[in-house]
């Protein structure tokens, strides 16, 4: 054996038990850490690699130095158990038992006041969010996980370097890998013009940060503490869905958010902003005043001590709905406890219904999903595809009552992966809106069937199940 080969091989000997311990300790699915110790030992010197780049959350080593005293010798443990906030006096009974789980999970309280609009695509959605940027006094706090530099792209380009001109704040927040899917780079363009703007964890060689995932998906914008605009929309011509002529057009929702809940969204985008520069320098503006009657509250989830809070109360809404459940989502790959809740919510009755896009954008996901779909289906869990434009909306409706809007899909990337931003509805009116919406769609697809499933061919079974296996990372 050459020189070189001894030395990869002492390389390798050095590096797998440090790696698989390294995951024996830290993480917390028994399964996870048995895979990645399997992988850093049998793979030669590729596992310890491997590991290192995709296998060690780096955002809690870097929220450790940002924050020390938050993060002691147990913080892998997860999140401390928050104090929950008081319940308002006067919330319907029905409420109090989701609205309980929400205070134990979310630093924020359910607030009254607040008004909600939904906004359809780009053609509803962008102008709404422009006029707000162009009449904007104070500050304006951007942040996508997509921002393209396509034609959509370069009017909120414009708009924001015209507002940093007239000396309004402006901050735009993009993601480190989001930002590679148009060139050129919407984040050089703004800096151009001087509009600061920062990355979320960069890919970069050096120092090496190769990480693909941990990534920030929230798709916010707020203006002047008193408007904010989240949902699940990036910017980019692609959401302009009703152009027939746009092959790369999406369907999708985004709401415009007005009242204290505002207030709670400034600071998550404030919170986001001082990790990733480590400035400080701003606080949220004062909690807006009441402009309805909807009581909401912000739930964020993300690989740092956020870490399984959205699994949380996706299984207790579930466990607590009493008739109805729809679920809208591009991508469906819940983990274990989910389908578990979704089946058992089935047995006892609850009309579940769950609303897929035919076509994905990733065909791997889709067919991934094709191989799990059975396990829900089985116990009268209902599969609808919805026909294309590729739809990306994520709603979460139980019994027409409660609404969970933002930013994640049903899959690990989002619920254990990635950095999401959602915002609790308690309020009937929009519930049965967006119920409706949800049903035009169910009128429009197709039911998925148990027979339909069982007729794939081997070849394409195998394919499926192929894709499955990489679920936690799809």
């Not at 994640?408 to 049965?432: K, P, T």
Request: hydrophobic content about 45%; aromatic content about 8%.
């Amino acid at each position: 054996m050459s020189d070189i080969n001894w030395f990869l091989l002492f390389v390798h000997l050095v590096l797998a038990p440090g790696t698989a311990i390294h995951a024996l300790i830290f993480k917390r699915d028994s399964r996870a850490a048995f895979g990645w110790i399997a992988v850093c030992v049998l793979l030669p010197l590729g596992g310890p690699i491997l590991y290192l780049l995709f296998g060690i959350n780096r955002v809690r080593t870097q929220a450790a130095k940002l924050a020390p005293a938050r993060f002691g010798p147990g913080y892998e443990r997860g999140a401390e158990v928050d104090q929950p906030h008081p319940l308002p006096a006067d919330l319907a009974p029905g409420y109090l038992p989701l609205a309980r789980v929400g205070a134990g999970l979310s630093r924020h309280a359910l607030l009254p006041g607040n008004c909600i609009e939904a906004l359809h695509n780009g053609e509803q959605a962008y102008p709404a969010m422009l006029e707000a940027i162009h009449g904007a006094t104070s500050r304006i706090y951007l942040s996508s996980y997509i921002f393209d530099s396509d034609r959509s792209g370069q009017q909120f380009i414009e708009a924001l370097t015209h507002a940093h001109a007239r000396n309004v704040d402006v901050r735009v927040l993009i993601d480190g890998m989001g930002e590679w899917y148009s060139w050129p780079r919407a984040r050089r363009l703004l800096r151009r013009h001087g509009v600061p703007t920062a990355r979320f964890m960069p890919l970069k060689l050096l120092p090496p940060s190769l990480h693909l995932n941990l990534r920030s998906h929230h798709k916010l914008l707020v203006v002047d503490s008193t408007v904010a605009f989240s949902g699940g929309m990036n910017i980019g011509d692609r959401h302009l869905a009703e152009r027939g002529e746009n092959p790369a057009r999406v369907v999708d929702m985004h709401f415009r958010l007005r009242g204290p809940v505002v207030n709670q969204l400034e600071e998550v985008f404030l919170d986001m902003w001082r990790f990733t520069t480590g400035q400080a320098d701003t606080q949220p503006g004062p909690e807006g005043a009441s402009t309805g009657e909807m009581r909401c509250r912000v739930i964020t989830d993300g690989p740092d001590e956020d870490l399984d809070r959205l699994t949380m109360l996706l299984v207790a809404a579930i466990s607590l709905a009493r008739e109805q459940i729809r679920i809208m989502t591009p991508y469906f790959l819940p983990p274990r406890e989910i389908v578990a809740a979704l089946q058992a919510a089935a047995v006892r009755g609850v009309d579940v219904t769950v609303i897929l896009p035919e076509k994905s954008n990733l065909p791997f996901v889709h067919w991934a999903t094709r191989n799990m779909l059975w396990e829900v289906l089985v116990r009268g869990v209902r599969v609808v595809y919805q026909p294309p434009p590729f739809a990306h909306t994520k709603l979460f409706i139980v019994d027409r009552r409660y609404v969970l809007i933002g930013s994640a899909n049903w899959d690990a990337r989002s619920l254990r992966l990635n950095f999401e931003l959602m915002v609790e509805i308690y309020d009937a009116q929009l519930a049965r809106q967006l119920a409706r919406h949800a049903e035009a769609a169910m009128r429009t697809g197709t039911a998925v069937t148990l027979d339909e499933l069982d007729g794939r061919s081997f070849p394409v079974r195998l394919r499926d199940s192929l894709c499955w296996l990489f679920t936690p990372y799809l």
